[in-house]
Antibody
């Protein structure tokens, strides 16, 4: 059964860089049938898509975050990563990683458990 | 950019049918997916491609999509169905989520 697990610092200072990694287990990250994505949820608010990446490194980003986001993949480690810089308090959120299907199968499943990142000095 | 509109909240009596809508311009031409999120938990896919249920999701959950509105229907609502529900589509290489609907089971 495919599982995803987010990891990274839970506290980041304003103007610095948020870095998270998603580890994929129980399946291959190199399948051409899927993308891998990041989604976030500020406290008490809805879901916001950040971006996605294919195993070959092809990316797509939310236009509202594009200038600050980089998503990368390391197939040798079965991991993909998120960098967001510079951050402000508005970037405080639970960050989820998830698998996204391609073509018409463009839904997220499964999701990681999520990790809370707080931006504060 | 494409937008999805959901009601902030929907209430349903125990055992009755709840309907949660997701509005978007010509959404009937897109594949709509639905997620359930309970407090403190990650979202879970409950409907994909408008009306399909993943393995393990009760038959009480169903979906439809036509025109400018997609609908998630929960029949015989149970207390355990109380959660936030989000619709999602793919639009020109971007993912779009609805704002979410809080379902309360009375």
């Amino acid at each position: 059964q495919l599982q995803l697990q987010e990891s990274g610092p839970g506290l980041v200072k304003p103007s610095e860089t948020l870095s998270l990694t998603c580890s994929v287990s129980g399946g291959s990250i190199s399948s051409g049938s899927y993308y891998w994505g990041w989604i976030r949820q500020p406290p008490g608010k809805g879901l916001e898509w950040i971006g996605t990446i294919s195993y070959s490194g092809s990316t797509s980003y939310n236009p509202s975050l594009k200038s600050r986001v980089t998503i990368s993949v390391d197939t040798s480690k079965s991991q993909f990563s998120l960098r967001l810089s510079p951050v402000t308090a508005a970037d405080t959120a639970v960050y989820y990683c998830a698998r996204l299907g391609t073509l018409e199968d463009n839904w997220f499943d499964p999701w990681g458990q999520g990790t809370l990142v707080t931006v504060s000095s | 950019s494409y937008e999805l509109t959901q009601p902030l909240s929907v209430s349903v009596a125990l055992g009755q049918t709840a309907r949660i809508t997701c509005g978007g311009n010509n959404i009937g031409s897109k594949n709509v997916h639905w997620y359930q999120q309970k407090p403190g938990q990650a979202p879970v896919l409950v409907i994909y491609r408008d009306s399909n249920r993943p393995s393990g999701i009760p038959e009480r959950f169903s979906g439809s999509n036509s025109g400018n509105t997609a609908t998630l229907t929960i029949s015989r609502a149970q207390a355990g169905d109380e959660a936030d529900y989000y619709c999602q589509v793919w639009d020109i290489s971007t993912v779009v989520f609805g704002g979410g609907t809080k379902l309360t089971v009375l």
